[in-house]
């Protein structure tokens, strides 16, 4: 029979080298989590991109016709024109798009909103982890990560003897961390 | 040594990572890979249903929920053709938009039928939204919709359904396999 010590000490060991495995997509989950959790939340408009928007008024074009010189003089005012990809007219507006946002103007009014984006590099690519985007054989890895996950939580609780363990204090706080996301199961 | 090469490392493996997640080349082209056009899409894709086919177009949107659709136009908005991300593309990037795109996929029908407009509006209702389900139209906003947007579409649907005679509507898009920017 496996002695007790023993137990806890492989229970400790294996607590460490799973910890220190992961540690890159644990941060990675949770950076990109948060950003992703505000991003559900509308607190902004794309989880890799921040944006910003600026209202202007730009002159009508000639005859109601939207056509390649029209567009390059709109971008001239707002000194784009470097910028330029395509443009796509529709019923009464155009959206010009640029390499680093777009301009979408109200052929009738001349109201037009000029968006500017900048790419939130690293969390980017930590977004494209979370959703998943890979597949394959990220699938995989993930699933193991996330099996590593739930040794780690298990041997966890084992790591510490006395009162501050699992027969001690560490029960009170670990039933909190249950009670907490039931509570809002419950209420909300 | 480690502990200047490491950071190294990881920095190199997250811009490799940010290289490959999007323009694939083109992979395992059929001899009878139909060339078709977003402006001729609607009068083609009955005929064409679960084939392989060829499309051009500029990106008008991405989705931003993980980048798994995105909407081609051609000159005009008006008509738009949706492509989704098949299994050997990781995402639509935000960057397409505005770039001419070709597309190499598979054509999908999608059947609205009663059913299926019951279950939509029973998911819009619901407080904590699926944005999965629905039909995405590709509009400036669309995704921004709010509940009544959404309800007034499922209701426009149901007219249009009753109006057409028929038991479903069919709604094409194209799930995408590779895809490639042209100059």
Known sequence: MIRRKTLRRWNNALHRDIGYLCVGMTLIYAISGIVLNHFKAGDFQHPDYSKSFTNLTVPLPKNGNVDQQYVFSVLDRVDSRGNYKSHVPGEGYVQIFLKNGSLYIDTRSGEAQLEKKTTRYIIKEFNLLHYNNLKKFYTWFSDIYAAGLIILAITGLFVIRGKNGIIGRGAWLTAIGILLPALFLILM | MTNKVLPFIILMMIILASCNNGTKEEVAVKADTTLITVLNFEKQADSLIDKPVFIEGTVLHTCKHGGKRMFLVDGTDSIRVEITAGPTIAKFDESLIGSRVRVLGTLKEERID?????????????????????????????????????????????????????????????????????K
Do not use: C
């Not at chain 2, 819009?124 to 995405?136: D, L, R, S």
């Open chain 2, 114 to 182: 009663t059913k299926y407009l019951n279950e939509w509006e029973a998911e819009v209702k619901k407080p904590e939204e699926n944005h999965q389900v629905g039909i995405h139209s590709g509009a400036k906003g669309h995704e921004d919709q709010g509940m009544q947007e959404k309800l007034d579409q499922i209701k426009a649907l149901r007219e249009e359904l009753k109006n057409s005679g028929k038991d479903h509507l069919s709604f094409f898009s194209v799930e995408g396999i590779s895809f490639t920017i042209l």
